[in-house]
């Protein structure tokens, strides 16, 4: 084993600025459903029993031999039903184990068209916060403000209690703060091809609607939570509207301008950017080039070229991934210590590489092969 001389969070942040590591930074993205599978617990139990999946999910941290931080709270996202319920964070109607569906399948998202196409105008008048709020008392009756903080207190709640238990292992979250990207929070409520639609018809109302209605709001909420919550890293999430999905001009209208606001008021802040990137980036990795160098950490969900990534921003963004999910879940574990050697032997040169599965653990990932990722990382030197 490697021989360690930096702590979990030096080791991360060292990695971010593209400096020198003792060993290559792990991190091991569990949910719930992974976890309960773990402990011979159905799918529905990660969402009934948050305590009992929390020490799970320390159990499973010392079977694997530890990882260098964990990436959210296991459980919490479908803690309320809605995900999570607040303006900045999604708000869809969700499909439960045990409850909609069987006990072991998990999660599904119930996409409806909720807003109508003729209501932007409605959105212009009263705002965001409010027209979240009546949307989403069309999901589900009775949401009010105060039931709102009640839910983000419940989730605080857990939250802090989940930290104390890991406080003794010196693991920390990746990050503790963040928020949806403006026009997958639109696209929610309007679905998704009602929204490409809108974009093709009326597009200067949905432009009008992210860069001087929603974006505003975000942003501002944004730099307030990574004030409150006094951590140093910050995460920008991100997922369909990029190219080839949508044009350059699309893209740098209604995603980029919240990635790149976000990021400089991270930075503003004090906290490092974490953009974790779902659909394929591939097209718009030179984006990236804008933001300082040495500063952001960009994760990807397992559609993206990586490799194409470091030829693009290597020396420039830390990249952090990327054992697909279909990889870990259906690939024998000498393939996966196969590919992980290969992530560390091209992304490692130079530093700035963190090992990490591609998104989240899916509940198919095979214990083995998460334990080959975490032991090639933990063990491998490059060549």
């Known amino acids: 084993m490697t021989r360690e001389t930096m702590n979990p969070d030096e080791r991360i942040d060292a990695a971010i600025r593209l400096e020198e590591v003792d060993r290559t930074p792990l991190i091991v993205g569990t949910s719930g459903p992974f976890v309960a599978r773990y402990r011979g617990m159905t799918v529905a139990d990660a969402y009934r029993y948050p305590d009992k999946i929390a ?5 499973l941290f010392d079977a694997l031999g530890g990882w ?4 959210g ?33 998990d999660v599904q998202n119930d996409e409806q068209e909720v807003m109508g196409e003729d209501e932007y105008d409605r959105l212009f008048e009263i705002g965001w916060p409010e027209f979240w709020l009546s949307l989403v008392n069309r999901i589900q009756n009775g949401v009010t403000w105060e039931r709102v903080n009640e839910a983000a207190a419940s989730m605080g709640a857990q939250r802090h209690k989940n930290s104390l238990l890991w406080a003794h292992r010196g693991v920390n979250e990746l990050c503790v703060t963040g928020a949806m990207d403006p026009p997958t929070m639109l696209a929610n409520w309007r679905s998704a091809a009602p929204f490409m639609l809108d974009i093709r018809r009326q597009y200067d109302k949905v432009r009008k609607a992210v860069k001087e209605v929603i974006l505003p709001v975000f942003l501002g909420v944004f730099r307030q939570s990574i004030r409150k919550s006094g951590h140093h890293r910050a995460l920008i999430p991100a997922a369909r509207y990029v190219m080839p999905f949508v044009s350059p001009q699309v893209f740098e209208d209604l995603l980029w301008s919240w990635m790149k606001g976000a990021a400089a008021i991270a930075l503003e802040e004090g906290a490092y950017p974490v953009f974790h990137l779902d659909s394929d980036w591939t097209e718009a990795l030179h984006y990236f080039k804008e933001l300082p160098k040495g500063k952001c950490l960009l994760h990807f969900g397992g559609e993206t070229d990586i490799f194409k990534a470091k030829e693009i921003l290597g020396g420039h963004c830390c990249l952090m991934g990327d054992v697909p999910p279909a990889t870990i879940s259906v ?25 990490c599965e591609g998104c989240f ?20 030197r490059l060549r």
Not at 73 to 100: C, Q
Not at 365 to 374: D, G, P
């Open 361 to 380: 653990l899916p509940a198919t990932a095979k214990f083995e092969n998460v334990k080959a990722m975490v032991d090639v990382a933990k063990n491998y």
């Open 68 to 71: 260098d931080a964990r990436y």
């Open 73 to 105: 709270v296991v459980g919490l996202h479908d803690f309320n039903r809605l995900y999570p319920m607040n303006p900045t964070h999604w708000a869809i109607r969700r499909l439960m184990p045990g409850v909609e569906l069987p006990e072991n399948v």
């Open 331 to 355: 690939a024998s574990s000498r393939e996966v210590e196969a590919y992980c050697r290969k992530l560390m032997d091209v992304l490692g040169e130079g530093n700035g590489f963190i090992m």
């Open 55 to 59: 020490q799970a999910e320390l159990d």
